[in-house]
């Protein structure tokens, strides 16, 4: 089995930063995929960003030069650091990875959710 443990959601006033964290462990040969979705009240989850093992990058419109997608693949962790944030970002975001098994099979892992909330 796999875990995700995420942090460092919070409020924020408009205009301010934040970074989260999202740390898997478990029955781990690799991680392909991961990145970060949210989703706002009432509507659908979205993609916010991904990182791939390689290190290339993806990106919603909606948060390009704002935010910052990372990983450190020696912890098995991916980061988002986001920045100028706006009321617009409030929204339970959550963790998600592609992972290949210790028995070599594919799958997707998500994180429970971690709020943040930004004010005007």
């Known amino acids: 089995q796999v875990q995700l443990v995420e942090s460092g959601g919070g409020l924020v006033q408009a205009g301010g930063s934040l970074r989260l964290s999202c740390a898997a462990s478990?029955?781990?040969?690799?991680?392909?995929?991961m990145g970060w979705y949210r989703q706002a009240p009432g509507k659908q989850r979205d993609l916010v960003a991904t990182?791939?093992?390689?290190?290339?990058?993806n990106y919603a419109d909606s948060v390009k030069g704002r935010f910052t997608v990372s990983r450190d693949n020696a912890k098995n962790t991916v980061y988002l650091q986001m920045n100028s944030l706006e009321p617009e970002d409030t929204a339970v975001y959550y963790c998600?990875?592609?992972?290949?098994?210790?028995?070599?099979?594919?799958?997707?892992?998500w994180g429970r959710g971690t709020l943040v909330t930004v004010s005007s």
């Open positions: 478990g029955s781990i040969f690799s991680i392909n995929a």
């Open positions: 990182i791939t093992s390689g290190g290339s990058t």
């Open positions: 998600y990875t592609l992972i290949r098994t210790m028995t070599l099979t594919y799958v997707e892992v």
